[in-house]
C-alpha cells in the first residue's frame, strides 16, 4: 500500500460510515429497498445533497430527481468532468452497490476544493435517481434523461400499487414538462467517470484492489412463456399432458447450458405457473430471461440457440412458445483515453499494470456515452457479491479507490480534454 493510500484511510472511514448511514434510508425496517421517486428516495438525496455541501459543490436536484452538485473550475461556466453514480438499490440490497461511488466521487471534490486546485473543467458530481429499474421496470431513467435519450411513453409505466410514471414525477414534486432541463447538451461535458464496486470475483481472484473496465455487456430482457393445457393433476395420463411448468423447466436448463457454451451469461430470475393449484397441470408457465455478453453478436447468437431449443421442446411436448422483449442495450466500450486516466489513477496507488475487466453488469455509463465518453474504476467486493447484503468492501481498497479517482481526475486536467 502506498503511502497516499495510507493517507486515505481518513476518508474511506467516512465514506464507510455515510454509506451505513445512507443504508439506513429504506421503506423496509428488515432489508434495504429504495426505489426511485419514494420518500427514501427523497430522504437520501437530502442526506447526499448536505455532503456535496460540506464539500463545497453548489447542489441542486434536477427535473428528473437525479441530485446534483459543482464544483467550479479555474472560471465559472466551464464544462464540466461528471463524477457519479446511483442511489437506488434492488430489494434487499446491500450498502455499496451505486452508493459507493456517489460518496467516491463528493470525497474526490472535496478533495480537490481542499487543496486549492483550479481545474480547466468544472467538476459535477450526480447522484443519478434510477438506475436499477426496480419501481417501474425500465432502468437507466436518472441517467437516460441526463442523456437525452428519454421515451415520452415511459410516462405511462406503472409500478406494482399501479402509480403511472408520470403520477410519481408529480407525487415527488417535480413537473414532467420540466424534464428536458436535465438533458446535458455534450459541449456541456467533457466526460464521465464512475467508480462502482465489481459485482463479480475477478478482481479479488487476482488479488488486486482496483480495476480499469474496457466496456459494459449488452443485454437483453425478456418475458418469455410457454403454453399447454392444464388438466387434472390425477386424471391426465403422461401420454395426454401439455404441461408447460415441465416444458419451461427444461428450456430452463438450456438456457444455462447453451448460455455456457456459448460464453455468455443467461438467468432466468423468476417463474410463475398457472393456473397455480397444487393438483392442477400448469396450463401456461412465465418467466424472466435476462441475457448478456461482451459482444452484442454472441449475446444475440446465443438467444437464437435458446429460441431453437424452445422450438424443440414446444414440438415435442404439444407447447407453445411466446417472448416480449421488455430491456435491451447493447454493448458499450468505455472512451479509450478516459480508460488511460484510470489506469493513470490506478498506477498512482503502486499497482503499475493495472486489471482491465470488462462489466457483466449495467450501469450508468451505458445512457450517459449518448452524449459524453465514459470511464469506470471497479473496485474489489468480498466474493463478488452483490445485490445481497453481504455486500463487503475493504476500506483499504476504499482508500485505493480515492486515490487513483483523484488521479484519474487530474490526469483528464492534464490531457486537456476540453479542447477538440
Known amino acids: 500500500m502506498s503511502s497516499a493510500v495510507d493517507a486515505a ?7 464507510l460510515d455515510r454509506c451505513d448511514e445512507l ?9 434495504l429497498v429504495r426505489v426511485h421517486l419514494s420518500p427514501e428516495h427523497a430522504a437520501a438525496n437530502a442526506l447526499v445533497a448536505g455532503w456535496m455541501a460540506e ?10 430527481g437525479n441530485q446534483c452538485g459543482r464544483l467550479e473550475g479555474e472560471m465559472p461556466g466551464l464544462p464540466a468532468l461528471l463524477l457519479g453514480s446511483h442511489i437506488d438499490t434492488v430489494p434487499d440490497a446491500g450498502r455499496y452497490d451505486g452508493m459507493l461511488g456517489v460518496l467516491l466521487a463528493i470525497a474526490v471534490a472535496g478533495r480537490v476544493r481542499d487543496a486549492g486546485l483550479r481545474l480547466p473543467f468544472a467538476l459535477e458530481v450526480v447522484a443519478f435517481s434510477d438506475e436499477e429499474g426496480t419501481r417501474f421496470g425500465t432502468a437507466l431513467l436518472g441517467s437516460r434523461a441526463l442523456a437525452g435519450t428519454w421515451n415520452d411513453q415511459w410516462w405511462n409505466l406503472s409500478d406494482a400499487a399501479g402509480i403511472t410514471l408520470v403520477e410519481a414525477f408529480q407525487d415527488f414534486g417535480l413537473d414532467p414538462a420540466r424534464l428536458p432541463s436535465a438533458f446535458r447538451r455534450p459541449e456541456s461535458l467533457v466526460g464521465y467517470l464512475e467508480a462502482h464496486i465489481e459485482q463479480g470475483p475477478f478482481i479479488e481472484d487476482a488479488d488486486r484492489s482496483l480495476a480499469v473496465v474496457t466496456s459494459i455487456a449488452g443485454a437483453r430482457r425478456f418475458t418469455l412463456a410457454l403454453t399447454g393445457h392444464a388438466g387434472h393433476a390425477g386424471g391426465t395420463p403422461y ?13 430452463v436448463v438450456a438456457v444455462e447450458r447453451l448460455s455456457i457454451a456459448d460464453g455468455t451469461i443467461g438467468t432466468v430470475g423468476r417463474m410463475q405457473a398457472f393456473p397455480g393449484g397444487v393438483n392442477v397441470i400448469p396450463g401456461r408457465a412465465e418467466f424472466s430471461l435476462d ?3 461482451e459482444h452484442d453478436a454472441d449475446r444475440d447468437e446465443c438467444l437464437a440457440h435458446i429460441r431453437s431449443a424452445a422450438a424443440e421442446i414446444c414440438a415435442r411436448r404439444g407447447l407453445e412458445y411466446t417472448e416480449t422483449e421488455i ?3 447493447d454493448a458499450v466500450p468505455c472512451d479509450a483515453d478516459l480508460r488511460e486516466v484510470v489506469a493513470t489513477g490506478i498506477r498512482s496507488t503502486g499497482d503499475a499494470e493495472p486489471l482491465e475487466l470488462y462489466s457483466r453488469a449495467g450501469h450508468d455509463g451505458v445512457a450517459v456515452s449518448a452524449v459524453t465518453g465514459f470511464a469506470m474504476l471497479f473496485v474489489r467486493c468480498a466474493g463478488g457479491v452483490s445485490h445481497h447484503p453481504d455486500e463487503s468492501v475493504r476500506a483499504a481498497d476504499v482508500a485505493a479507490a480515492v486515490v487513483a479517482f483523484e488521479a484519474a481526475v487530474l490526469a483528464v486536467a492534464e490531457r486537456d480534454f476540453t479542447q477538440p
Not at 23 to 31: F, G, M
Open 327 to 329: 430491456y435491451r442495450a
Open 55 to 64: 464539500a463545497g459543490l453548489s447542489t441542486w436536484q434536477d427535473a428528473a
Open 23 to 31: 443504508a439506513a434510508v429504506s421503506s423496509s425496517p428488515d432489508h
Open 239 to 251: 401420454d395426454r399432458r401439455r404441461d408447460a411448468l415441465v416444458g419451461a423447466s427444461e428450456l
Open 9 to 15: 484511510l481518513i476518508d474511506a472511514a467516512l465514506i
Open 291 to 293: 441475457l448478456r455478453a
